[in-house]
Structure formats: C-alpha cells, structure tokens
C-alpha cells in the first residue's frame, strides 16, 4: 500500500486514539457517578449493538460454528468481562492518568503472550522493548521516589490490561474463519451479559441507582458506548486489515498520551516527572518489543531494494 493511500488510514488511526485516551476520562467520571460494573454493562451492550447494527447493513452478520462460538465464549470472558470490569474498578480506585499509562502496556503484553502461546520470535531487539516496558510501569507507580506509589488500582488496570492481551491471542486464534469486527460484536454483547449478572450480583440496587444521572452524564455515557467502543474497535481493526498489524500498533502509542492529556486537562490530576518517564519507556518499549521497528526497517529495505531494481 502506497504512502499516499496510507494517509487517510493513518488520520483515521489517530482520531481512533484521540478517542480512545479520552475515553479513559470518561469511563472515569461515568463509574464514579454511576455502580462501576453496571453502567459498564449498559456500555458495552449498547456499543455490541451498534456493531451488530452497522455489520447488518455491510451484510457481514452470520451465526458462528462451534468452534468459533468457543472462541467467542472466552474472548468475551477475557476481552470484556475481565477487561472491563477491572478497568471500571480501577478507575475508582487509581488516578486517570495512572490507569491510561498502564493500559497502554498493551501491545507490550500481547507481544509477550505471543511468545509463550503462538510461538512468535524473541530476539534482543523486543527483549529490549519488553524489558523498557516494565521499566516504565515500575516509574509510573513511583510517588516521591519511593514504590508506596502502588495503589490497588494501579494493580487492577493492569489486571485489565493483561486480560485484554489474552484475548487478543484468543481473537488470533479465530480470526482464521471469523471475521474479528463480527467476533466483536458477539464478544460486546455476550460480555455485557457477564457483566450485568457480576453487578446484580454485588452492587445492590445498582438498577435503582442508574436513574440518578444528569443529562451530561448520559451524553458521555452515549459518546462513549458509541464513539469509542464501538466505532473506535471497527476502524482500529479495519486500520490493522489496510496497514498491517505492526504499524497500527504504533499509533496505539497515543492513547495513553491523550489519557493524560484528559486527566490534567478535564480532571485536574497532577502529573509527576515519574509518571512522563513512565510515558516515555512504555512508547519505547511498545516500539521494540511489539516488533513494529523491524517492520519499519523491513519496510525502508524494500524501498530501498526497489529503487536499486528501477
């Protein structure tokens, strides 16, 4: 694919992160007006829909075999109902900032699960990545140079995070007959079932509660049921279909950016010089050890060796 053919993938791939970093400060207000896991529920169902809706009319939705009904079931015990009922958690507990620079460990922790289940190379390049990677979460949780900066939250984030990655492998794994943007919607809506039963059972008169919102509330709540859950998945992996998997990662890069953005912006959180260094070894780390370096200068070779040709 040409550069110039790239360019709109890639503005679409950054507004996708826009939103995807300012989401985290929505999630935020919205699960600490609201029981956590039950108007997280309501999101996910609402976001499921939107997909199912917007796959009807591309006349892309199919009822799945068993083997991909399988993927399906643990995808959306990983990829929604631990994802998000540990970021929803954590939100309550840890600062924005905190929680959107842990998850954007990410693509750090798919890279590594891939090692261990797909059989994917490591090599010193992504070893390097990995290892600036955690090093970045070590100085994220610092608090006046001392590791007392840890919070349950912070521990939870990365629960989050880490269940995301582990779904992602499962994703992979079904993606040979099931289309990923279909598997979504399955997942969005079989996990926001999940979801509603763990809230009924352990927020009491969490139902009661949700007519308490405000009018912004719920305007936030659609926003991001809508733009950032639903669409944002659908062009994220239309993106990763048109440029290949490595580049789009990179982009994923500034999701946590945005996330801190947000919380200094809208929420008022300080940022400490711990938490920037954090920013900067996990984009390093992200970089090397998701193997996206390789592919640019894979990519720069190719060039190189078709300019020689002509």
């Known amino acids: 694919m040409e550069n110039e053919k790239k360019y709109p993938i890639y503005i679409m791939l950054f507004?996708?992160?826009?939103?995807?970093?300012?989401?985290?400060?929505?999630?935020?207000?919205?699960?600490?007006?609201?029981?956590?896991?039950?108007?997280?529920?309501?999101?996910?169902?609402?976001?499921?829909?939107?997909?199912?809706?917007?796959?009807?009319?591309?006349?892309?939705v199919r009822l799945p075999s068993k083997r991909e009904g399988f993927f399906i079931f643990w995808g959306a015990l990983f990829n929604v109902l631990g994802h998000q009922y540990?970021?929803?958690?954590?939100?309550?507990?840890?600062?924005?900032?905190?929680?959107g620079l842990i998850l954007g460990m990410g693509?750090?922790?798919?890279?590594?699960?891939?090692?261990?289940?797909?059989?994917?190379?490591?090599?010193?390049i992504r070893l390097i990545g990995i290892l600036l990677g955690l090093m970045g979460v070590f100085f994220i949780i610092l608090q006046n140079g001392r590791i007392s900066g840890l919070s349950i939250g912070d521990v939870n984030a990365f629960i989050s995070i880490l269940s995301m990655a582990i779904s992602f492998i499962i994703i992979k794994k079904a993606a040979t007959s099931l289309d990923p943007r279909l598997?979504?919607?399955?997942?969005?809506?079989?996990?926001?079932?999940?979801?509603?039963?763990?809230?009924?059972?352990?927020?009491?008169?969490?139902?009661?509660?949700m007519g308490n919102g405000t009018l912004n509330?719920?305007?936030?709540?659609?926003?991001?049921?809508?733009?950032?859950?639903?669409?944002?998945?659908?062009?994220?992996?239309?993106?990763?279909g048109k440029v290949g998997a490595a580049e789009a990662a990179i982009f994923t890069n500034l999701s946590p950016f945005f996330a801190v953005v947000g919380a200094v912006v809208f929420l008022h959180?300080?940022?400490?010089?711990?938490?920037?260094?954090?920013?900067?070894?996990?984009?390093?780390?992200?970089?090397?050890?998701?193997?996206?370096y390789e592919e640019i200068q894979k990519?720069?070779?190719?060039?190189?060796?078709?300019?020689?040709?002509?």
């Open 15 to 60: 507004l996708v992160m826009v939103a995807w970093g300012f989401n985290v400060i929505a999630t935020k207000v919205i699960v600490m007006a609201f029981p956590p896991i039950m108007v997280t529920s309501f999101r996910i169902l609402v976001a499921g829909v939107c997909v199912f809706i917007i796959l009807s009319f591309l006349q892309q």
């Open 86 to 99: 540990f970021i929803s958690i954590a939100l309550t507990q840890t600062t924005a900032t905190n929680a």
């Open 107 to 124: 693509p750090l922790l798919t890279t590594i699960l891939a090692i261990i289940f797909l059989g994917n190379r490591l090599n010193g």
């Open 183 to 209: 598997m979504t919607a399955y997942m969005l809506v079989i996990g926001a079932i999940f979801l509603f039963i763990v809230s009924l059972l352990t927020e009491p008169n969490a139902l009661q509660q």
């Open 217 to 240: 509330l719920w305007l936030l709540f659609w926003g991001s049921a809508i733009l950032s859950t639903a669409l944002g998945h659908m062009f994220y992996n239309y993106g990763i």
């Open 269 to 292: 959180e300080a940022l400490s010089i711990s938490q920037i260094i954090g920013f900067m070894f996990i984009v390093l780390g992200v970089i090397l050890g998701s193997g996206a």
């Open 299 to 310: 990519g720069r070779k190719r060039k190189r060796n078709v300019g020689v040709l002509e």
